[in-house]
């Protein structure tokens, strides 16, 4: 028997794929939480060019309802997330030293789930605004 564990301690065969195991899970999780974070600044950016299109629509429709610019931003979400996305609107009279217009500030918000729950990231409200003026 002690032969056999002087022969076990002695050889160093595997010892490349025991560092392997190590250092592995750390691989992963950098690989893992590099796509997410590249995630998260593609729904921002999504969120952002939404916020900034239903702005423009709601300028060449100054009198449609909330709703439909609202639907308008939904729709422009990438992959899907549209229904996800709370929008606010808070009106400005007098806007830009003009009595005859109205400012209205599009503010969308999002809140972003990361997918590498060990790591405790938690989630992270993305928030995109944009101001259609309207006469």
Same mark, same amino acid.
């Given at each position: 028997?002690? =032969?056999?564990?002087?022969?076990?301690?002695?050889?160093?065969?595997?010892?490349?794929?025991?560092?392997?195991?190590?250092v592995?899970?750390?691989? +992963?999780?950098?690989?893992?939480? =590099?796509?997410?974070i590249?995630?998260?600044f593609?729904?921002?950016q =999504?969120?952002?060019?939404?916020?900034?299109?239903?702005?423009?629509?709601?300028?060449?429709?100054?009198?449609?309802?909330?709703?439909?610019?609202?639907?308008?931003? &939904?729709?422009?979400?990438?992959?899907?997330?549209?229904?996800?996305?709370?929008?606010?609107?808070?009106?400005?009279?007098?806007?830009?030293?003009?009595?005859?217009?109205?400012?209205?500030? +599009?503010?969308?918000?999002?809140?972003?789930?990361?997918?590498?729950?060990?790591?405790?990231?938690?989630?992270?409200?993305? &928030?995109?605004?944009?101001q259609?003026?309207?006469y």
């Open positions: 028997m002690a =032969g056999l564990a002087a022969r076990l301690a002695g050889d160093r065969r595997g010892g490349a794929i025991l560092e392997f195991a190590l592995l899970p750390l691989l +992963v999780t950098l690989f893992v939480g =590099g796509v997410d590249g995630r998260m593609y729904v921002r =999504g969120l952002e060019y939404a916020t900034e299109e239903a702005a423009r629509y709601y300028m060449l429709n100054p009198t449609t309802a909330e709703s439909n610019v609202t639907t308008q931003l &939904r729709n422009k979400m990438p992959g899907g997330m549209g229904p996800s996305v709370n929008v606010a609107y808070t009106d400005t009279a007098n806007c830009n030293s003009n009595s005859s217009v109205t400012c209205t500030t +599009v503010t969308a918000t999002y809140v972003f789930n990361f997918a590498v729950g060990y790591l405790n990231l938690g989630t992270q409200t993305l &928030r995109a605004t944009a259609a003026v309207r």
